[in-house]
T-cell receptor, first 114, second 110 residues
Framework: NAGVTQTPKFQVLKTGQSMTLQCAQD?????MYWYRQDPGMGLRLIYY???????DKGEVPNGYNVSRLNKREFSLRLESAAPSQTSVYFC?????????????FGSGTQLSVL | GIQVEQSPPDLILQEGANSTLRCNFS?????LQWFHQNPWGQLINLFY???GTKQNGRLSATTVATERYSLLYISSSQTTDSGVYFC????????????FGSGTQLTVLP
């Protein structure tokens, strides 16, 4: 039982390059999330998915796209990376059916955009 | 939206000491969670506690929803308790509306 698994752990991009962050959970959770964590800004929600096939914008969605491939997987794509997207990215999941909305995080991806 | 304020921002303890971290919030909540971010960056969910009291080993948490605050108690602290402790709250029960506080940086010295 791995919980929430995200890859890669580290990535360096040049401005304008694209990449996809992968996330998978094995807890049968309905909801999945992508956050970014910046010094002094705390954790901010980029996108979330309440269930398979649905996605919604969070607080800071600009420059990102997401895909909820199935119940287990939720990916985050940067189409044209910018230095402002240098951050630590966390995937999270919550909410078994009938359960509480306790949030579980992956181990994070440290992204640098040069 | 809900405002979340954590105190103190920084705390340094000697191993074995006890501590209390506080989370104040500006409106009624139906979802409140405490997290520990260890020095390697991993975020661990400590408690889901929109009201009442819970205990897990040396850690316990109390939320007084009517007075809009939550407390995290750490007893007999260990060096492995070091890291940042975040409180997150939401007016609804949904995790997608969680607002995170700025955290308390705890350093436990050997």
């Amino acid at each position: 039982n791995a919980g929430v698994t995200q890859t890669p752990k580290f990535q360096v991009l040049k401005t304008g390059q694209s990449m996809t962050l992968q996330c998978a959970q094995d807890m049968n959770h309905n909801s999945m999330y992508w956050y970014r964590q910046d010094p002094g800004m705390g954790l901010r929600l980029i996108y979330y998915s309440a269930s398979e096939g649905t996605t919604d914008k969070g607080e800071v969605p600009n420059g990102y796209n997401v895909s909820r491939l199935n119940k287990r997987e939720f990916s985050l794509r940067l189409e044209s990376a910018a230095p402002s997207q240098t951050s630590v990215y966390f995937c999270a999941s919550s909410g078994q059916k009938g359960g509480n909305e306790k949030l579980f995080f992956g181990s994070g991806t440290q992204l640098s955009v040069l | 939206g809900i405002q979340v304020e954590q105190s103190p921002p920084d705390l340094i303890l000697q191993e074995g000491a006890n501590s209390t971290l506080r989370c104040n919030f500006s409106d009624s909540v139906n979802n409140l969670q405490w997290f520990h971010q260890n020095p390697w960056g991993q975020l661990i969910n400590l408690f889901y506690i929109p009201s009442g009291t819970k205990q897990n080993g040396r850690l316990s948490a109390t939320t007084v929803a009517t007075e809009r605050y939550s407390l995290l108690y750490i007893s007999s602290s260990q060096t492995t308790d070091s890291g940042v402790y975040f409180c997150a709250v939401a007016a609804s029960g949904s995790a997608r509306q969680l607002t995170f506080g700025s955290g308390t940086q705890l350093t436990v010295l050997p």
